[in-house]
Antibody, heavy 121, light 111 residues
């Protein structure tokens, strides 16, 4: 079964850090780009970051650039998001998503269930 | 990079057809064919319904179709069913510094 399982969310104070993980199974992980997408409570979807299959191409939304770092470990079939200098506006459900095609960004065909990040003092 | 513009809500009766628009710019929707659509039911993860403007993933009903004209993409749901009631989001690759952008989202209500 094709599956993505996120972990690492929680309650964190403003200015602190958190690292999210996404474990992939059921497909050849190192063939595909991977992405993080977030959704603030009651709000819409926002693309956060993406990484190509070999980590050669990486992109970030302007809202997180300089604070978040995406990475992957193909040997462990895992995707990560290191989030530093967290702000209240980063509070959201963070989804891990698989790129559908073999390019860097076309569509997201597999999604995890998300991990909740709450930034509050 | 601003979000792509979608109507906040669209409604229709069972069996009818509805169309959701997604308006961007020549830097995103108008410039690339990497437009996709997602369905999201409350408390659930989004589901890919359309990719590359008009292609349907395996398992998605052929009642869902996509198209694009200029800077505006559209999702049409024909033969509307109760299970289609959900939020729908478009997405596009963008040449701006933010590589990806989603639409503002549309709530579809089946009357």
């Amino acid at each position: 079964e094709v599956q993505l399982v996120e972990s690492g969310g929680g309650l964190v104070q403003p200015g602190r850090s958190l690292r999210l993980s996404c474990a992939a199974s059921g497909f050849t992980f190192d063939d595909y780009a991977m992405h993080w997408v977030r959704q603030a409570p009651g709000k819409g979807l926002e693309w956060v970051s993406g990484i190509s299959w070999n980590s050669g191409s990486i992109g970030y939304a302007d809202s997180v650039k300089g604070r978040f770092t995406i990475s992957r470990d193909n040997a462990k079939n895992s995707l990560y998001l290191q989030m530093n200098s967290l702000r209240a506006e980063d509070t959201a459900l963070y989804y891990c998503a698989k790129n559908r095609g073999f390019g860097f960004f076309d569509a997201f065909d597999i999604w995890g269930q998300g991990t909740m990040v709450t930034v509050s003092s | 990079q601003s979000a792509l513009t979608q109507p906040a809500s669209v409604s229709g009766s069972p069996g009818q057809s509805i169309t959701i628009s997604c308006t961007g710019t020549s830097s995103d929707v108008g410039g690339y064919n990497y437009v996709s659509w997602y369905q999201q039911h409350p408390g659930k993860a989004p589901k890919l319904m359309i990719y590359d403007v008009s292609k349907r993933p395996s398992g998605v009903s052929n009642r869902f179709s996509g198209s694009k004209s200029g800077n505006t993409a559209s999702l049409t749901i024909s033969g509307l069913q109760a299970e289609d009631e959900a939020d729908y989001y478009c997405s596009s690759y963008t040449s701006s510094s933010t590589l990806g952008v989603f639409g503002t989202g549309t709530k579809v209500t089946v009357l």
